[in-house]
């Protein structure tokens, strides 16, 4: 059996500094930062996202950032595609790959195997399920969902209505849940062995970071990026614009909210995503957990470094 290639991963909950140590990394290995984010992927959406600087952008090669449109529906089939297709380029070049990123789905579509892809669907009931979420509402699907397979539900955002609806509709297919049938599909053996280094934060000191940086995108054009959205009938019918942020000042231009109601519906949304985010995190493994609140920021460059340097050449993780 080939040799897997080890990779570097940097993971943690959003605001909590991903971006800044990921590009200091990146100059200090001669890197190229390959996103692992499901928003990220979706151009003319930028202030919502918190996508690296155009300036960030030039000095350090960016994949994985812009390559679909918000009307298009981006699956973790396409993440496997083209993040594996970017790795294999930069390393070609010589260069080292640093996955970094929040969406736990693609981390494990990427390195614990994508699906064998043979499950059943039915576009009938997909249809159903489709117009009972436009009439009732995407919460009590969800809420079903929830019912029958915890598991799965709480590995989805409650507003992912297509992953909701594609659960239930193979819940009702095959009469098993959702959790029970991936654990049994044949998956893919990944070629890389990944380190994820993650980042965590007190939570009070998260949670201030999350409501500065949802106030600061407000004041930076976050309405006004949602309104040419709009203009341009990409609306709430498609999952990009579903998630935390957008659906909410969606709502607001709509006239459903004030835009005081937006802003804190937004850091409502964040907060939970960045708890389910770190539920996720703690089943990665070989993980190394750093507390950006306590160490000296050099100090903590220089020691992830050192550790990535060694499992690149295949010394290991410890430490």
């Known amino acids: 059996m080939e040799k897997k290639r080890p990779i570097i991963c ?34 003319y959406m930028d202030v919502g996202t918190d996508k690296a600087s155009d300036a960030a952008r030039r000095e350090i ?18 993440f496997y595609r083209m993040a594996t297709a970017a790795m294999e380029r930069i390393l070609q070049r010589g260069r080292i790959p640093l996955l970094v990123g929040g969406t736990m789905f693609y981390f494990q579509a990427l390195f614990g195997g994508l699906l064998s892809g043979d499950l059943p669907s039915d576009k009938t009931v997909r249809t159903r399920l489709e117009e009972e979420a436009r009439i009732s509402g995407g919460e009590t699907l969800y809420e079903r969902l929830a019912r029958i397979d915890p598991e799965r539900a709480a590995a989805l955002h409650p507003n992912d209505r297509r992953r909701v609806i594609r659960a239930l509709e193979l819940l009702e297919l095959t009469d098993q849940r959702p959790t029970d049938l991936f654990r049994k599909q044949a998956r893919l053996e990944s070629a890389y062995c990944p380190l994820y280094i993650g980042l965590t934060r007190p939570r009070e000191e998260l949670v201030r970071r999350i409501d500065v940086r949802v106030r600061q995108q407000f004041q930076e054009g976050y309405v006004e990026e949602v309104r040419w959205l709009l203009a341009q009938g990409f609306d709430e019918r498609f999952p990009s614009m579903q998630g935390f942020g957008y659906r909410e000042i969606t709502a607001y231009l709509r006239g459903r909210l004030s835009l005081d109601e937006a802003v804190e519906g937004d850091i409502r949304s964040t907060k939970a995503f960045a708890r389910r985010q770190m539920t996720w995190f703690r089943k990665f493994e070989p993980a190394l957990w750093y507390d950006m609140s306590c160490v000296d920021q050099e100090r903590l460059l220089e020691e992830i470094t050192d550790i990535s340097l060694c499992h690149l050449e295949g010394v290991g993780p410890s430490r």
């Open 61 to 78: 090669l960016h994949h994985l950032i812009d390559v679909a449109d918000p009307d298009e529906v981006f699956s973790a089939a396409d």
């Open 10 to 43: 940097i993971i943690g909950p959003t605001a909590v500094g991903k971006t800044a140590l990921s590009l200091n990394l990146a100059r200090r290995l001669c890197g190229e930062v390959v996103s692992v984010d499901s928003r990220q992927v979706y151009r």
